[in-house]
């Protein structure tokens, strides 16, 4: 017998046996418990039950603001690959999110999952390109395998006398700022909330399920930094920062190479270095330095006839007044405080 079936997310943890629960980060009860808690969301569950047992299921969010009316399998997500084996589940899933969100658009973000792409339900909407570095090969041949670049990169900042280590619970807010001050005056976007961050070191670091590296100069000033997740067999790399104007420290190559000797040591074997956009050439290739593997990740929707894609000019006028140059970073955090959570 198949039944179909829908949960809130903190009840499912509670009260179901989800299969294969640790299958990537974006899908993890953890991760969900932040996405819950930082944002204030409710997470579903739609499930397919067969004989007794889950066969099939999907985290997804119901978003209803100012911006945007969707269905998001997952939101604050990099990608969320569901747990369903057959295109005929995808069919069965997706008829009834439609069926009970009839005006709101349906967004899946997916990685490896073909099933939601050959099921004839959705089109693609956009492709980024992914990165996973295979490490279960030793330390010194995952050295080896870095190109030169980067490993000239790495000497460069033990050259120049960088050092690296855990940052402690009271560093976090160094961390964050920094983080803003980034994608503030060089990407003109908001960081999260810090309480985001505050989540992720309760749900991840406090439990040793993560860490945050912070690379520190001659002189003890705090320059760069960056947060890593393990979920199952893998190291995420979550967020990189750094502060402008160091360049010459090449932190991020320090830290990312720290990143993935540390993960060595945990027994892990895989860093998931994340998505990024088709044209964002500088990052693409730092990533390929790494020797890690690259793949695109198609996203895929659909839009009901006749649907308004989004109140996309409000946003675009409030991240910029929020993240003009003369604005104080106090103001810039408080703005990214109230927008935050509409952006699921």
């Not at 299958?23 to 499930?47: H, Q, T």
């Not at 503030?184 to 991840?204: L, M, S, T």
């Not at 439990?207 to 890593?228: E, N, V």
């Not at 190559?253 to 060595?264: F, K, S, T």
Request: net charge positive; with cysteine; proline share 3%.
């Amino acid at each position: 017998m198949t039944i179909l079936r829908t949960i809130l997310a903190k009840d499912a943890f509670d009260k179901l046996v989800l299969p294969d629960p640790e299958r990537n980060l974006f899908s993890s009860p953890s991760w969900v418990r932040v996405i819950m808690r930082a944002y204030g969301v409710k997470v579903f569950v739609k499930y397919i039950e067969r004989n007794g047992k889950i066969d099939a299921y999907v985290f997804y969010t119901v978003v209803k603001n100012f911006l945007e009316w969707k269905v998001c399998v997952l939101s604050y997500c990099d990608y969320c690959d569901a747990h369903i084996s057959s295109v005929e589940d995808w069919q069965a899933i997706f008829n009834e999110l439609r069926r009970e969100y009839p005006k709101f658009r349906i967004v899946v973000r997916s990685l490896r999952d073909e099933g939601v792409r050959q099921s004839g339900c959705f089109q693609e909407l956009s492709r980024e390109y992914y990165h996973c570095l295979d490490i279960a090969l030793d330390v010194d041949t995952l050295w080896k395998n870095l190109k030169g670049v980067f490993r000239n990169q790495v000497r460069q900042a033990v050259r120049k006398g960088l050092t690296v280590r855990p940052l402690f619970r009271h560093e976090l807010y160094a961390f964050f700022m920094m983080h803003v001050r980034l994608r503030k005056r060089k990407y003109g976007i908001f960081a999260q909330p810090y309480r985001f961050f505050e989540v992720v070191w309760d749900e991840f670091v406090s439990r040793d399920k993560g860490f945050i590296l912070g690379a520190f100069a001659p002189d003890g000033r705090l320059i760069g930094g960056t947060m890593y997740l393990v979920c199952g067999e893998t190291l995420y790399y979550k967020i990189n920062t750094s502060t402008l104007g160091t360049l010459e420290y090449r932190s991020n190559n320090l830290l990312l190479w720290e990143g993935i000797r540390m993960a060595c040591e945990r027994g892990l074997k895989f860093v998931d270095l994340g998505s990024s956009g088709l044209h964002q050439d500088g990052l693409v290739a730092f990533k390929d330095s790494t020797g890690a593997g690259r793949m695109e990740i198609v996203h895929v929707g659909h839009h009901p006839q006749g649907y308004v894609f989004s109140q996309k000019r409000i946003l675009k006028v409030y991240t910029r007044l929020f993240n003009a140059p003369s604005v104080p970073d106090r103001v810039t955090c408080w703005g990214s405080s109230l927008i935050y959570h509409f952006l699921a």
